[in-house]
């Protein structure tokens, strides 16, 4: 079973940036194969998607991060990134990562606060 752990949250100010990891084990699940996304959930409200990665390279990302956060693998590490920049007080949340190989695997989140 695909096992994920998210990493690289935090207390940020509106305007600077994060980067989230998400570390795929064990190592004989190779990120390449997996179609993996992250997802987010603010206090009161539903777990939404912010960006996918699916295969040949396609990206998805909801409109309220586009041209602001970046989805991305790392083959080496076997780890999925999500590159957040220019962060808004509204990004605040958990963020999730999911990876799908047949069925969906979850981490356990990573808290993102941006104050404004």
């Known amino acids: 079973q695909v096992q994920l752990v998210e990493s690289g949250g935090g207390l940020v100010q509106a305007g600077e940036s994060l980067r989230l990891a998400c570390l795929v084990s064990?190592?004989?699940?190779?990120?390449?194969?997996?179609?993996m996304a992250w997802y987010r959930q603010a206090p009161g409200k539903q777990r939404e998607l912010v960006a996918g990665?699916?295969?040949?390279?396609?990206?998805k990302y909801a409109d309220s991060v586009k041209d602001r956060f970046t989805i991305y693998k790392d083959r080496a590490k076997n780890t999925l990134y999500l590159q957040m920049n220019s962060l808004k007080p509204e990004d605040t949340a958990v963020y999730y990562c999911?990876?799908?190989?047949?069925?969906?695997?979850w981490g356990q989140g990573t808290q993102v606060t941006v104050a404004s």
């Open positions: 999911k990876a799908t190989l047949g069925r969906n695997s």
């Open positions: 064990p190592r004989t699940f190779s990120i390449i194969g997996l179609t």
């Open positions: 990665l699916y295969g040949g390279g396609t990206t």
